[in-house]
Nanobody, 121 residues
Framework: QEMLVESGGGLVQAGESLNLSCVAS????????VGWYRHSAGEERELVAQ???????NYGPSVKGRLTISKDNAKNTVTLQMNGLKAEDTAVYYC???????????????WGQGTQVTVSS
């Protein structure tokens, strides 16, 4: 039933690494873009990283240089490699994918249920 399923979250210490995985139930090439957002208490949802179908990489300014997004089209999987984690990286991380209907136009977002990342300092 779930279009996007995340895994890999957990409790880690500051400075450690963690990989998050998002598996889609259909070809990720069917989406205009796939990526990750995060949301922590008291903060608005924030873009972490994104890959568009046309090959553009977008990173949120707070994570650029520490986190790397990649994808495996054959496995319908998007991975977020997280290095040098900080306490402020603590959040629920959500996989996101969207499609755009250019005939209207209309944008439709799909969201995973989220995976918790907690970084202790």
């Amino acid at each position: 039933q779930e279009m996007l399923v995340e895994s890999g979250g957990g409790l880690v210490q500051a400075g450690e690494s963690l990989n998050l995985s998002c598996v889609a139930s259909r070809s990720i090439l069917s989406f205009n873009a796939v990526g990750w957002y995060r949301h922590s208490a008291g903060e608005e949802r924030e873009l972490v990283a994104q890959i568009t179908r046309s090959g553009i990489f977008n990173y949120g300014p707070s994570v650029k240089g520490r986190l790397t997004i990649s994808k495996d089209n054959a496995k319908n999987t998007v991975t977020l490699q997280m290095n040098g984690l900080k306490a402020e990286d603590t959040a629920v991380y959500y996989c996101n994918a969207f499609v755009i209907d250019t005939s209207k136009p209309q944008k439709f977002d799909y969201w995973g249920q989220g995976t918790q990342v907690t970084v202790s300092s």
